[in-house]
Nanobody
Framework: QVQLVESGGGLVQPGGSLRLSCAAS????????MGWFRQAPGNQRELVAT???????IYADSVKGRFTISRDNAKNTVYLQMNSLKPDDTAVYYC???????????????WGKGTLVTVSS
């Protein structure tokens, strides 16, 4: 069984920064893409950023230039550096990853339980 565990959420003032981390653990052969999604109250879950195993990235327009996604393949960990935070960034942030548990098997989609980010003065 594979688990994704997020950390780094909390309360921050507008204009501030936070860094989220998400570590994948369990029986892992390789991790394909990793990413972050978020869900604000009353809204649907939306993509924030993803990063492929080779390092290519995709960002939502709303976070381009402010957020940076990165990963450490040796640690099966993905990070989200969030700068210039706005109240609209308030949401539960979920880690997502496509994990191959065994060689010659396909990938399985996993989600973390989420970490709350609140941007408020």
């Amino acid at each position: 069984q594979v688990q994704l565990v997020e950390s780094g959420g909390g309360l921050v003032q507008p204009g501030g920064s936070l860094r989220l981390s998400c570590a994948a653990s369990g029986h892992i052969f390789k991790v394909n893409y990793m990413g972050w999604f978020r869900q604000a109250p009353g809204n649907q879950r939306e993509l924030v950023a993803t990063i492929a195993s080779g390092g290519s990235t995709i960002y939502a327009d709303s976070v381009k230039g402010r957020f940076t996604i990165s990963r450490d393949n040796a640690k099966n960990t993905v990070y989200l550096q969030m700068n210039s935070l706005k109240p609209d960034d308030t949401a539960v942030y979920y880690c997502n990853a496509d994990v191959v548990a065994w060689v010659n098997y396909g990938g399985t989609d996993y989600w973390g339980k989420g970490t709350l980010v609140t941007v408020s003065s």
